[in-house]
């Protein structure tokens, strides 16, 4: 019978289970070959033996594309892995505060609902309470109204100086901390004389612009492909381009929409004749329904497989440089500075808040340095 026909009686029960000591996912229907073509495109899903059900690693988000795939067909039940999922959660949780004294673990969970309500980015609490915790935990016997300015001293040079941490991280620390005390009364904690550490003066990696082409023209994919050149040609961050929508690119007005990156601001950037033409081929072949760049099940492509693609692509062209995806972002900007872009428009186009973040490029700009005149050049020798 074919599957359509047998309407909604048909149900997945899906549950976690021990596998040969690992947790899997375990999937209980009557037999149906369609739902099992459906469930073998998940990857690693295997046929258990033992257990009689097919089984794949625990995701929600193969759980999502299951759903989709099975709608309208018959129903996905994921009560209990949806529980099981929030069990974890809520012991991780405790886990971690169950160390801490009782009043600290208090602060922290007020704290963190502090920054929710606040609109703090999901990034940035993450990075704070991760931080906050990693500091509380160190100091788990002394309750936190008595922790003091040389206490947090104490925890930089041991735990971040001490195990060679960068800078950056020392910062998001010490920020993490003094908002913390920020917002609290009574405390041995003296806010005026807890400083951050001074910053590192740091000029960015740059690509010369045969670099970027023979890394854009390392990969056949033509999503890979797409991904890169629209990452370069618009000078945007590995968070706008993974949240980028279909509807987001308008052809008519030659513009792309990035809604609500980095301060929450949205901005326009171009959209060139050559990376038009691009896309288009792309759309044609792989069809995005949502998000321009979708993953294996239908959702966004992850920001690790992204780095991968570029890593992958540097490595076959042969780039000895140490690069990122942000490395593209700061090639196409220092670029745009030495076709004579005024700096201004190079800001606007970043989404920069201050002039001051965009004049790093000034620094280095091959173009701009290479007609300065060295005073060597005067002596007669």
């Known amino acids: 019978m074919h599957l359509l026909n047998l309407s909604m009686r048909i149900q997945i029960r899906l549950s976690v289970d021990q596998h040969y000591g690992e947790e899997r996912l375990f999937a209980d229907f009557p037999y149906n070959k369609e739902l099992i073509s459906i469930l073998k495109s998940i990857p690693g899903c295997r046929w258990s033996q033992s257990k009689k059900k097919w089984h794949f690693f625990p995701s929600m988000q193969a759980v999502e594309w299951l759903e989709e795939k099975t709608k309208g067909i018959c129903l996905v039940d994921s009560s209990g892995f949806r529980q099981y999922l929030e069990q974890k959660q809520k012991k991780s949780v405790t886990n971690r505060l169950v160390i801490l004294e009782k009043n600290t673990q208090d602060a922290l969970m007020h704290f963190q609902r502090w920054l929710q309500q606040k609109r703090y980015s999901p990034q940035t609490i993450k990075n704070y ?3 906050l915790y990693q500091f509380f935990t160190f100091y788990s016997k002394k309750p936190f109204a008595a922790i003091t300015v040389e206490d947090v001293e104490n925890f930089n040079y041991s735990q971040i100086i001490g195990k060679g941490m960068s800078v950056s991280f020392q910062q998001i620390m010490v920020g993490a901390i003094k908002l913390f005390y920020k917002r609290l009364q009574g405390t041995a904690m003296n806010l005026e004389k807890l400083q951050r550490p001074h910053k590192e003066s740091r000029l960015p990696e740059v690509l010369s612009k045969e670099e970027v082409q ?3 023209g390392a990969t056949n994919n033509l999503k890979h492909k797409a991904m890169l050149s629209l990452i370069y040609a618009c000078g945007l961050r590995r968070s706008e381009i993974i949240n980028l929508r279909v509807k ?3 052809s008519n007005r030659k513009l792309i929409r990035i809604e ?3 301060g929450k601001k949205d901005r326009y950037v171009t959209f060139s004749p050559k990376l038009r033409n691009l896309l288009a081929d792309y759309y044609k072949q792989y069809k995005p329904e949502e998000f321009l760049f979708e993953g294996q099940f239908g959702r966004q492509y992850a920001p690790s497989s992204l780095a991968q693609v570029l890593q992958m692509c540097a490595t076959k062209a042969d780039i000895k440089k140490k690069i990122t995806l942000h490395t593209l972002r700061h090639s196409y900007a220092t670029h745009l500075l030495e076709s004579g872009t005024d700096i201004r428009y ?8 201050s002039p001051k ?5 000034t620094h280095v ?7 300065i005149i060295s005073p060597f050049d005067d002596l007669k020798l």
């Open 214 to 216: 023979n890394i854009i």
């Open 365 to 371: 700009s091959s173009k701009k340095l290479s007609e």
């Open 129 to 131: 309470m991760n931080c």
């Open 260 to 262: 609500q990156a980095k």
């Open 346 to 353: 190079i800001q606007e186009l970043l989404g920069h808040n």
């Open 357 to 361: 973040t965009t004049m790093i490029y």
């Open 248 to 250: 987001d690119l308008d």
